[in-house]
């Protein structure tokens, strides 16, 4: 018997549902109020962002609305802006700053000749998570809907995951001494809102994407436009696609 990938998806998507993290986890994210719509079903969802570097200001608003939504530690970010400052050949090497994680925006900085754009990052949601993967506890896990998620109960702050995220997208909270990271705002886009940092950004730059769903822009984003992931050499089935990434930040 055949079995096409829609069904792979769904039979696994069947599975995850059942892990205690899972369940643990969505019965109450990060320990607030934060249950799900009721008519949410998370089988017909598969979620995603876009990212479009051209439109990026590096204003900060999203690390901003990020750290008050999510009650971000000072010092610590599920999402950052970084600079990067390419000079022209010969030189190549880019120039790269992120002062606190751009939350309040980037001081001028000019260089003869080069060519200067901003790059937001987060937890890239992996559809093949190594964080997942090195998990000992299972406190990681990949959700139905295509989220890689933290049930905090579980999580012994071993760290782990934070050295196999080849992103860079994981810390330990200083209080809690359990793993953090960008949930894309599940507690948000279960309720059918948008993400704190889609909301805020002035020049939407960034938009949330349902890749099952069949009218979502990101399926016209994907077919008109060069799009890139961050370390496609990885194959960890990214799933934050940037449009116009230059070659220096992959």
């Excluded at 901003?64 to 400052?85: H, I, K, L, M, Q």
């Excluded at 994680?101 to 998570?129: D, M, Q, R, W």
């Excluded at 994407?209 to 822009?217: H, S």
């Amino acid at each position: 018997m055949s079995i096409t990938r829609r069904d792979l998806v769904t039979n696994a998507s069947k599975l995850l549902v059942l892990t205690p993290a899972a369940a643990a986890f969505l019965a109450c994210l990060k320990g607030e109020t934060a249950e799900m719509e009721p008519k949410y079903k998370m089988a017909d969802h598969y979620w995603a962002m876009t990212i479009d570097i051209g439109k990026c200001i590096g204003c900060g608003n999203c690390v901003r609305a990020c750290a008050t939504e999510n009650s971000v530690p000072d010092g610590y970010f599920r999402t950052w802006v970084e600079r990067y400052v390419v000079p022209a050949w010969p030189d190549e090497h880019p120039d790269v700053d992120s002062p606190d994680g751009g939350k309040h925006g980037f001081p001028p900085k000019e260089k003869a000749g080069a060519k200067s754009f901003f790059v937001p990052k987060l937890c890239n949601h992996c559809a093949h998570s190594p964080c997942v993967q090195v998990c000992p506890v299972g406190a990681t896990f990949e959700s139905p809907d295509g989220l890689v998620l933290v049930d905090k109960t579980y999580c012994l702050g071993c760290r782990y995951c934070v050295q196999a995220c080849p992103y860079g997208c994981r810390y330990i909270d200083p209080d809690k001494q359990v793993v953090d990271k960008c949930t894309l705002c599940y507690h948000r886009i279960s309720k059918g809102l948008t993400t704190a940092c889609c909301e805020t950004c002035p020049t939407s730059a960034r938009t949330l994407a349902d890749l099952k769903n069949p009218n979502d822009p990101i399926h016209e984003f994907l077919r008109t436009n060069s799009v890139q992931v961050l370390k496609p050499h990885m194959a960890t089935g990214a799933k934050l696609y940037y449009k116009g990434l230059d070659e220096s930040v992959r």
